[in-house]
Structure formats: C-alpha cells, structure tokens
C-alpha cells in the first residue's frame, strides 16, 4: 500500500499527543513514476501502438508486457523512514547478498572519507523488478560524489564493487560521523543517475539517485557497528534498518 504518512500532532509539553482525527480508510494506488522514466515509458508505448497500427499483433502484444515493466521499473514509492537517527537505513530495495569486511573503496578512504580500517559491508542485489530509487541511510551533508567508469560484469560478483561502473556517495553527520555507499552497475544496468552533489544537506530516506535497469548498492558501516540485517533478507530503501551505530551485536543469522 503506497500512502503519504499522516502528520500527527506532537506533545508541547501541554498533555499527550492528540490522537489522529477520524478519516476514511487509505486506498492503494499505484506509485508515482519518476520523471527520468517517462520518457522511455513514452517510447515503449510509442512502439507498441506502431505495431499494432501495422497489424503486428503478436509483437505488439509483447510490447504491451514490455511498456508495462518499463513503468513499473522507475516507480517511486513513498517510504516512511525511521525517525531515530542512530538507525542506518537501507539505500536500496532487494537482496542482501554479501556480509563482509573489506577495506574501504580506494577513491573514498583516507582522513577526509572514511579512513583505511577494514568495514562491515553490505551489498543489497536489486533485480530488474525491484524499485530502482536509492536513498540515503543517515541524515548529513553529502562531502563526496565520485564516479568511476567500468565494467558492466554481473553486479552479485563479489569484484563487481572494484570493476564495474561505480558512484561513490560520503555523507557526514553534524557530529562528523561518516557513512558511505556506493551504486553499482550490473550487467544491464548502463546508466547511474545522481540526485545530489557535494554540499547538499539530506534527510534520512532522502532520494540520492537511480541506477538504470538492474543494479546494486553497497553500504560501508562505521568502526564499531555490526550488521542487524542478514544475508538472503530483502531490504526497503529507506525503511530497512541496516544497523544501529554503536550496536556491536551482529543480527541473528548474519553469517548463514
């Protein structure tokens, strides 16, 4: 079910909350589609009513398949993110894959990124059915956005995070705290689609960019932070929780 949340009043130290006024129940709807997919929606569906014009049936009919998934494909859902900012939210919706320790990316290590000790990371697969919109996990100020060309390898390989096609992304807490992720192309991913730039400040959950038909988004988790999630869970960009800094417990069935 894809709804906007609802504001509820806050206590202001008057009493407890006012409880949310009586309404209708929420029906679902389909999510938004991001803009940068209208246009290749436009040009499936341009296709698809050729062949039919000129009596392609069959064709045509798969092309109806095909115009279909390319707008489910850039659907934007609305997410409600975890207030707590002590939580790591996913950056993307799929798969967890891989749990390791890694140093981190070359391009982003060193005192003004996230230094040279090994990491926990943890890479979430996206198909090319899963929402394709990443999120950023804390809240902060984006330091770096560094893109590196590459190889269009199968995005599951472990080496894919050192030879695909790649954007780096930094974000700093106030409290100087770093997080990185990294987008990663896949075999048929050709295309990552940034949303900010060094400077901008972005909430937890925020839309950073996009990475184009199939994909994957590694996150690099702080010293002293274990993973909460575990391998073969599906992650939600921008409402999993990833870990909790701080927490040195690691997730039940992270190594399985």
């Known amino acids: 079910m894809e709804s906007e949340p609802t504001a509820f009043s806050r206590d202001n130290g008057a009493g407890p909350a006012s409880p949310p006024p009586p309404q209708q129940g929420v029906k679902w709807r389909f999510p938004a589609i991001h803009p940068e997919g209208r246009k290749f929606g436009a040009i499936a569906a341009a296709i698809t009513a050729l062949l039919f014009i000129v009596g392609w049936g069959v064709p045509g009919w ?29 950056p993307a919706d799929g798969l967890v894959t891989l749990i390791q320790q890694v140093p981190p990316p070359r391009e982003i290590a060193g005192p003004e990124g996230l230094g040279s000790d090994p990491m926990w990371r943890v890479s979430i697969f996206m198909s090319v059915f899963d929402v394709h919109i990443n999120r950023t996990p804390i809240s902060g100020t984006v330091r770096q956005v560094v893109y590196i060309s590459g190889k269009f390898i199968n995005a599951d390989l472990d080496k894919a995070s050192e030879d695909n096609e790649r954007q780096h992304i930094v974000v700093e807490r106030g409290d100087g705290l770093r997080i990185g992720f990294t987008q990663i192309a896949g075999l048929v991913a050709r295309r990552i689609v940034p949303f900010v730039k060094p400077g901008d400040v972005v909430a937890a959950g925020q839309r950073i960019g996009l990475i184009r038909f199939g994909s994957r988004v590694d996150i690099y988790l702080p010293a002293g932070t274990m993973p909460r999630i575990a391998l073969g869970q599906r992650a ?14 690691a997730g039940s069935g992270i190594f399985q």
Do not use: H
Not at 62 to 90: C, E, H, K, Q, Y
């Open 236 to 249: 939600i960009a921008g409402e999993t929780v990833i870990a909790r800094l701080g927490e040195t417990q």
């Open 62 to 90: 798969i092309m109806v398949g095909i115009t279909i998934w390319v707008f489910a494909f850039f659907r934007d859902p609305v997410r409600v993110t975890p207030s707590d900012p002590n939580l790591l939210i996913a």
